[in-house]
């Protein structure tokens, strides 16, 4: 009896606790649906004509999800077909119009007409040389129409010179190292560059390897292995190769006395020469202790004085192919340090030599003379006091960084496209501030047909639905909802973009620097063309990652 009473006693316990654990369920249940829907279940839910209510709040993450790319259709081949291999960019014409004359500088200050040159008068600048034609310079050259093209694991072939890039970090890699390579990979003619990644070795022993293993780095590694990216150790040498030049008759060679025992003949300002002939700018460990900063103004004058070809300060957004002004026979140039008018005021940050020259010897001697020191500025006024600035041409602003004369407030005439009015500008993309940024005041065209109309609050979400199908992005709630902004306005014309530092700044969605980022991504994963109407003939490159301060609304 006892028995009976006590098998009765626990199943109605079971049946008590399935009845709880069956409305704790539903409960839940119920709890989630009305978070998600605004509303407990579809029969419960009364038509939406007659329910009058806002729309249900989104869930976190979705409209970081949902949001659209863009409110147009961008035009991404806004360049054109690219310059002919063979290509010079005229230095004369490129500075009379962009400055002026060399004592009134009349035009230093208006980069508007700057840009509208560069962007629409080519013809004007670019010409193919009729003598000492690059393609034909030497035998081992492919012809043009036999060349091989890109794939997934050949850089292919230039029929002319191969043009080396430089630049120089230090640390681990960031999305700006990304952002820097990327900008590469979408502007430049591939086949006839490559590109220099200096990595300092003194600072970080292990540097290279370590960037090997790095995984914001990894997604480059097949272009490594396909020879589109060198890494490269930097150590700050001890001995430096000098050429031949003129200097050499200088009163110093001529009174100086070899050493009898080892043959070596000290010239003076660091300059030796062995006993084969050969001469060297030879520095001391003593002259080795400075500052990071410093420590990359030098490499961009060692690096060229060894190499040649282009240097780019990493926080530099190329934007055009470069190969016109660095094929020339000439083409050693940096550019003006914003509006100053002293012809001996250069900026570095973009810069190039031809290898081991007569101009890249003294410049390199002149950095040494001077305590290791080659601040553009100071270098610059050296080069002027010595008759020497003439060899090194002084591009404008405009081709370069085009909003530091806006910066300065030096601007005549009107403002850039876009325009700027300081260089947090290209991190913007909320909302009130794109309204409020007044950044096509100059813009005099017709605007893009926009996609999704602005007066439209809902769009279907793009791809499949992650959420509830219901869920829809709503425009209205977006800090940074999408715009009308596409890389064939940013500052068209100029070669490059200088983002000046803010190393630690993540840009805002849909902000400029973000249109540009997108562009990359869609490039690379050949989904969408560069400026060139090209699309990628390499291996698909990973997207940037998603910044997670705007992720989560």
């Not at 997934?152 to 072939?157: R, V």
């Not at 009898?260 to 700018?281: F, H, L, N, Q, Y």
């Not at 080795?288 to 690096?303: E, G, H, K, Q």
């Not at 992005?473 to 803010?502: C, E, K, V, W």
Request: net charge neutral; with cysteine; glycine share 6%.
């Amino acid at each position: 009896m006892e028995s009976s009473k006590s098998a009765c006693h626990r199943f109605l316990l079971l049946l008590r606790n399935l009845f709880y654990v069956g409305v704790t369920y539903t409960l839940a249940a119920s709890i989630i649906h009305l978070f998600q829907n605004g509303y407990i279940h579809d029969r419960l839910h009364p038509p939406s004509d007659l329910l009058d209510k806002p729309a249900p709040t989104p869930t976190p993450g979705a409209i970081s999800r949902l949001r659209p790319e863009s409110l147009v259709i961008p035009q991404d081949d806004f360049l054109g077909k690219r310059s002919h291999v063979d290509t010079y960019a005229n230095f004369t014409r490129l500075v009379e119009v962009c400055r002026g004359s060399l004592t009134g500088l009349e035009k230093m200050r208006n980069v508007y007409d700057c840009l509208k040159y560069l962007a629409g008068q080519e013809s004007d600048y670019h010409f193919i040389p009729t003598t000492n034609v690059p393609s034909k310079s030497s035998k081992d050259y492919p012809a043009i129409d036999k060349a091989h093209r890109p794939n997934n694991s050949s850089i292919g072939q230039c029929p002319g010179p191969v043009i080396p890039y430089h630049t120089y970090w230090t640390g681990p890699a960031t999305w700006r190292v990304e952002l820097f390579i990327k900008g590469y990979l979408h502007t430049q003619n591939l086949a006839c560059s490559r590109l220099h990644l200096w990595l300092d070795t003194d600072a970080h022993p292990f540097a290279v390897p370590d960037m090997m293993r790095d995984p914001i780095f990894a997604k480059f590694l097949p272009l490594v292995e396909r020879g589109d990216i060198i890494l490269k150790e930097w150590k700050f040498p001890f001995r430096i190769p000098l050429p031949k030049s003129p200097e050499n008759v200088d009163p110093r060679y001529i009174d100086a006395i070899p050493d009898p025992v080892t043959g070596v003949t000290v010239i003076g300002d660091g300059v030796i020469r062995e006993a084969d002939g050969s001469e060297w700018v030879v520095l001391t460990p003593r002259q080795l202790t400075f500052l990071p900063v410093a420590v990359s103004d030098a490499v961009r004058f060692i690096v060229l004085h060894l190499w040649g070809g282009l240097y780019c300060d990493m926080d530099i957004l190329m934007l055009r192919d470069m190969r016109p002004i660095l094929l020339p026979p000439e083409h050693a140039f940096a550019e003006r340090w914003a509006v100053h008018t002293h012809p001996g005021d250069y900026n570095t940050a973009v810069m190039s030599l031809s290898a081991n020259t007569s101009l890249s010897s003294y410049l390199l001697r002149g950095g040494v003379r001077m305590g290791i020191n080659f601040h553009p500025r100071i270098i610059g006024r050296m080069a002027w006091k010595d008759g020497r600035n003439e060899e090194f041409a002084m591009f404008e602003t405009g081709l370069f960084d085009p909003i530091w004369g806006e910066f300065n407030w030096g601007r005549e005439g009107r403002c850039s496209i876009p325009c700027f009015r300081d260089y947090n500008a290209a991190f913007m993309g909320e909302v009130n501030y794109v309204r409020n940024s007044g950044e096509w005041e100059s813009w005099d065209g017709e605007q893009l047909k926009e996609v999704f109309p602005r007066g439209r609050r809902e769009f279907a979400p793009r791809g499949p639905a992650r959420l509830e199908e219901r869920e829809k992005y709503d425009i209205s709630l977006d800090i940074y909802p999408p715009n009308n902004r596409t890389m064939a306005n940013f500052f068209r014309g100029a070669y490059t973009y200088h983002i000046h530092n803010q190393w630690k700044k993540h840009p805002q969605p849909n902000s400029w620097l973000d249109v540009a980022m997108k562009a990359h991504d869609g490039f690379l994963a050949k989904k969408r063309k560069n400026p060139y109407g090209e699309m990628w003939e390499g291996p698909e490159v990973g997207r940037y990652e998603r910044f997670m301060e705007f992720e989560n609304f």
